[in-house]
Each structure stands twice: as structure tokens, then as C-alpha cells.
């Protein structure tokens, strides 16, 4: 099995851009990035 890395927010921050950029703007809910960013907030409030 492979070593997960936990997600961070400086990662969602460019992973939302890249998509907002694709979408003309727009982030819809549900989105990987929205998903991204709520486990990445998670792994904050863990520390």
C-alpha cells in the first residue's frame, strides 16, 4: 500500500485556481476542490 500525504491548504489554494480557471470563475459544490479544501481544513484542525 502506498504512504499517503495529507492534503494541505496551500494545495487546495492552487488546485481551486486551476479549476476556477477552467470553469470561467466558477466553483460548484461538490467540486474535487471543494472536497479538497474541506479535508484540508480537517487536517488543520487536527494539529
Not at 15 to 41: D, L, P
Amino acid at each position: 500500500m502506498a504512504k499517503s500525504t495529507k492534503i494541505m491548504l496551500k494545495d487546495t489554494s492552487r488546485i481551486q485556481s486551476a479549476m476556477a480557471k477552467q470553469n470561467g470563475g466558477n466553483m460548484t459544490k461538490g467540486s474535487f476542490a471543494s472536497r479538497a479544501q474541506k479535508s484540508a481544513a480537517k487536517n488543520v484542525s487536527k494539529k
